[in-house]
């Protein structure tokens, strides 16, 4: 499994405003959305997490993307272009299932926004060139193969805010990256041992914040753009290799 260095994707920021950072998402989580119990859907499309910012905007705020939907799905069955068209805003691309046996078994409508947590402020609504507040819809779809499951997450790539995934592999001029990590998920007023801040610096794990429990799993991810919409297939704690998952974006990209 390739690791990715996340040590290097954002300026260091002090241990207090971590402190904050994690307080706030902890209070976005619990006042402002219905977050989705299944943990898996949680980590790719719902749960309010650091590793989903991009890179501090200054010394005192850091850009989030949060988002959340419904404990029930939105589909149970595979939706029409028209349907999210009408629903979501976008028309992604969703297959029945893939060669490697996972199937279609449910979709969700994500609401997201984009604010900046600010230092002493907390979170504040990032305002775009219209003078509206930056939101928009997206659509995270389950597979299922036996016990294993998957997520691919599809979104406007206008929105996208994340820290580019390093190349894999160019497929017909579409650049699908990758990444693999450990990630522990702490509950939202967590606060870091010594050996916590050792194990973040030296990149043993990436922290989340949110969860009930201390939760440690494998993430693994591949991302592309295509026709104006950003994809990203997740896995945790998965049987599936990152060759794998590459093979699963080409085929939807060839869709």
Not at 76 to 87: A, G, I, M
Request: negative net charge.
């Amino acid at each position: 499994m390739n690791d990715y260095n996340w040590k290097d994707a954002f300026p260091e920021p002090t241990q207090e405003f971590h402190k904050r950072v994690c307080v706030t998402l902890n209070n976005l989580e619990k006042e402002r959305f219905k977050m989705k119990k299944t943990k898996f859907i949680a980590i790719a499309a719902a749960a309010v997490m650091v590793i989903g910012a991009a890179a501090f905007a200054s010394s005192e705020a850091i850009r989030v993307i949060s988002g959340g939907s419904s404990v029930f799905p939105t589909y149970t069955s595979l939706p029409s272009s028209e349907q999210l068209e009408k629903k979501i805003g976008i028309t992604p691309k969703i297959v029945q299932g893939f060669s490697n046996g996972y199937v279609f078994e449910s979709a969700f409508e994500v609401k997201n926004r984009i604010e900046d947590i600010v230092e002493g402020k907390g979170a504040i609504a990032v305002i775009g060139e219209d003078g509206k507040k930056q939101q928009f819809k997206s659509l995270s779809v389950r597979y299922v193969s036996g016990d294993n499951k998957i997520t691919v997450d599809s979104s406007p790539d206008e929105f996208d805010i994340e820290k580019k995934s390093e190349e894999a592999e160019n497929y017909n001029g579409v650049s699908i990256g990758y990444t693999a990590y450990t990630n522990k998920f702490v509950p939202g007023d967590y606060q870091q041992t010594e050996q916590d801040i050792k194990d973040e610096a030296e990149g043993k794990y990436v922290f989340s914040y949110g969860t009930d429990d201390i939760e440690i799993h494998e993430i693994q991810g591949v991302t592309w753009t295509q026709d104006g919409i950003k994809y990203h297939i997740n896995a945790m704690d998965s049987p599936l290799g990152e060759r794998e998952l590459i093979n699963m974006a080409k085929e939807l990209i060839d869709f």
